[in-house]
């Protein structure tokens, strides 16, 4: 098992910056991806940024270049810093943790962007 707590979400204005984080515990050592995911308002949930046990990170187009994912393994958490935000971020972002099989997920935290 592996348990995730996202913070870090809130209200901004278009333009500024949010820092999420992602704390994980359990099963650390089994965890191979690790993810941040969003959902918007009557959208389906989308990939926004992943990084991989040994490093390597991948993007939605969408958030090139203003997201940046990162991790801290002595504090088992992950970070997806956001800047340069527009509205159209706004959705609940949820953490995920990929083990062989399975997928584990938090609770989601909101960012809400105002134009």
């Known amino acids: 098992q592996v348990q995730l707590v996202e913070s870090g979400g809130g209200l901004v204005q278009a333009g500024g910056s949010l820092r999420l984080s992602c704390a994980a515990s359990?099963?650390?050592?089994?965890?191979?991806?690790m993810g941040w995911y969003r959902q918007g308002p009557g959208k389906q949930r989308e990939l926004v940024a992943g990084?991989?046990?040994?490093?390597?990170?991948n993007y939605a187009d969408s958030v090139k270049g203003r997201f940046t994912i990162s991790s801290d393994n002595a504090k088992n958490t992950v970070y997806l810093q956001m800047n340069s935000l527009k509205p159209e971020d706004t959705a609940v972002y949820y953490c995920?943790?990929?083990?062989?099989?399975?997928?584990?997920w938090g609770q989601g935290t909101r960012v809400t962007v105002s134009s």
């Open positions: 359990g099963s650390i050592s089994r965890v191979n991806v």
């Open positions: 990084i991989a046990s040994g490093g390597s990170t």
């Open positions: 995920e943790a990929a083990v062989p099989g399975r997928s584990y």
